[in-house]
C-alpha cells in the first residue's frame, strides 16, 4: 500500500510571508495527526484529525496556523504570517483509528522542512 | 501527562558492537510504547511496538526492546550494530486506551564508527 504522501518537501520563505503543507494518509486511515519537529527535538502535536473532524488542535498555535481535512481524506497546514521561529519539520502521519491496538499504530510521511529566514 | 525521557542525546558505537539506547516514561496506566528511526531528511519509520504481552518484542532490522513496567522502561537494544544503524531514535508513549497522539522523547543520535 502506498504510504503517507507530503508535499512539498522543502520550504524556504521570509519571516511574514504565508505557506501550506499538504499531506495525503494511506487510503482507509480516519486519523490524521499534523506534528511539529524543531531541530534536536522530538515531534510535538499540533493537530490531530478524526475523519474531517477535529480532535485536539490545543497545540496549534491558532493566532497564525491553521489546518483543515473538509472530505476525510487529505489535510492541508497553513502558517500565515510565518516566524524565525517555525523553523522545523512538519510531519504528517496517520492511523486506522477504531478500535484495537494495531488502529493505533501511526504511519509518517517524509516530511516538510520549512526554513524561515 | 505522559512524559518520554531518552537520557543519552548522542551515542558512538563501532561496527559489530552491542547497542542500547536508553527510554523511560511516565504515565500512569499500562502504556503502548514505540521506537521509531528516523535517518537525515526521512521521516519517521516504525521499529517495533509494544502494546501488551510478552515484554520483550522484535522488530525490524535485529531491533529489540524490553519492557520493564517497574522501572518504567523501554529500552532498545541491538546486539550488533551496523554503519546503516547510524541515524535518529525516537521513544514514544501513547494511551493505551484510545486513539491519541505519541508523545515523544528528545531522540538519541546514533553514530557507527569503523
Known amino acids: 500500500e502506498a504510504g503517507v504522501a507530503q508535499s512539498p518537501r522543502y520550504k524556504i520563505i521570509e519571516k511574514r510571508q504565508s505557506v501550506a503543507f499538504w499531506c495525503n494518509p494511506i487510503?482507509?486511515?480516519?486519523?490524521l495527526y499534523w506534528y511539529q519537529q524543531i531541530l534536536g527535538q522530538g515531534p510535538k502535536l499540533l493537530i490531530q484529525?478524526?475523519?474531517?473532524?477535529?480532535?485536539?488542535d490545543s497545540q496549534l498555535p491558532k493566532d497564525r496556523f491553521s489546518a483543515e481535512r473538509l472530505k476525510g481524506v487529505d489535510s492541508t497546514l497553513k502558517i500565515q504570517p510565518a516566524k524565525l521561529e517555525d523553523s522545523a519539520v512538519y510531519l504528517c502521519?496517520?492511523?486506522?483509528?477504531?478500535?484495537?491496538?494495531?488502529?493505533?499504530?501511526?504511519?509518517f510521511g517524509p516530511g516538510t522542512r520549512l526554513t524561515v529566514t | 501527562a505522559q512524559s518520554v525521557t531518552q537520557p543519552d542525546i548522542h551515542i558512538t558505537v563501532s561496527e559489530g558492537a552491542s547497542l542500547e539506547l536508553r527510554c523511560n516514561y511516565s504515565?500512569?496506566?499500562?502504556?503502548?510504547l514505540f521506537w521509531y528511526v528516523q535517518s537525515p531528511g526521512q521521516g519517521l519509520q516504525l521499529l517495533l511496538k509494544?502494546?501488551?504481552?510478552?515484554?520483550l518484542v522484535q522488530g525490524i532490522k535485529g531491533f529489540e526492546a524490553e519492557f520493564k513496567r517497574s522501572q518504567s522502561s523501554f529500552n532498545l537494544r541491538k546486539p550488533s550494530v551496523h554503519w546503516s544503524d547510524a541515524a535518529e531514535y525516537f521513544c514514544?508513549?501513547?494511551?493505551?486506551?484510545?486513539?491519541?497522539?505519541?508523545?515523544f522523547g528528545k531522540g538519541t543520535r546514533l553514530s557507527v564508527i569503523a
Open positions: 502521519a496517520s492511523s486506522r483509528g477504531g478500535f484495537g491496538s494495531s488502529s493505533y499504530e501511526q504511519y
Open positions: 487510503s482507509g486511515h480516519a486519523t
Open positions: 484529525f478524526q475523519n474531517n473532524g477535529v480532535v485536539d
Open positions: 504515565y500512569g496506566a499500562t502504556p503502548y
Open positions: 509494544y502494546f501488551s504481552g510478552d515484554t
Open positions: 514514544a508513549v501513547g494511551e493505551s486506551s484510545r486513539n491519541t497522539p505519541l508523545v
